[in-house]
């Protein structure tokens, strides 16, 4: 099971949609995401959202197409896509893909970034990633694991979550390393790139962000 989850970001931001459709996925929409779900015919399984930032005329014209719409109080403990992201994680997908989730407001995307965090505390299996027009994000836990190069995204960048990441390797890489030890404000991993068609990355302590870019 694929569940893709469209939040309220920057439109001019989101990828093409049309290309995540193919696995017959389920689509859930958060707040304004939607109405942009909507408007591109694609009709959300479930809703969430306090809907502060819809018109009157959107809200009624989202409450005439979804069947299952669940409406909060602005006033709450959890932002409208944790609650999507919670609703996702129960349902064991194998993955869950996020979107409209960067570009305006900070604070919403440190946010999101941080709620790749939640499976992992969860020790659930899903692979869960942020993607946007010019970014794929998401996290990974010690091990050793396999990366692919992908041809509209060249960057391929770790950043530390956690205070420390020791042992950091990686091979495949044009620039590589060999069990390095980076810590929380370093930019030792940014911007680097495979020069295979593919690589290996592998950590024996901490928490990285792993973000696929282009410029």
Request: hydrophobic share 40%.
């Amino acid at each position: 099971m694929v569940i893709n989850i469209l939040a309220g970001g920057p439109v001019e931001l989101l990828p093409d949609l049309t290309e995540f459709e193919a696995e017959n996925a389920i689509w859930v929409g958060v707040d304004r995401g939607v109405f942009h779900l909507l408007k591109r015919n694609i009709k959300p399984a479930i809703a969430f959202g306090d809907f502060d930032s819809v018109s009157q005329e959107e809200l009624h014209f989202i409450e005439s197409k979804v069947t299952e719409l669940k409406r909060f109080k602005p006033e709450k403990d959890e932002t409208d896509m944790e609650l999507a992201l919670n609703w996702a994680l129960d349902q064991e997908p194998r993955t869950i893909r996020l979107f409209g989730a960067t570009g305006g407001r900070l604070d919403h995307l440190f946010a999101n970034v941080h709620l790749l965090l939640n499976p992992l505390k969860e020790k659930h299996s899903a692979d869960v990633c942020l993607i946007d027009r010019n970014n794929i994000v998401f996290l990974k836990e010690p091990g050793s694991y396999k990366i692919t190069r992908m041809k509209d995204k060249k960057y391929v960048s770790f950043v530390p979550l956690t205070l420390n990441v020791r042992d950091i390797t990686l091979e495949g890489f044009k620039f590589p390393l060999k069990n390095r030890h980076i810590s929380l404000g370093s930019t030792l991993c940014i911007s680097n790139e495979l020069i295979n068609d593919y690589g290996t990355f592998s950590f024996s302590e901490g928490i990285l962000i792993v973000i696929r870019s282009h410029d």
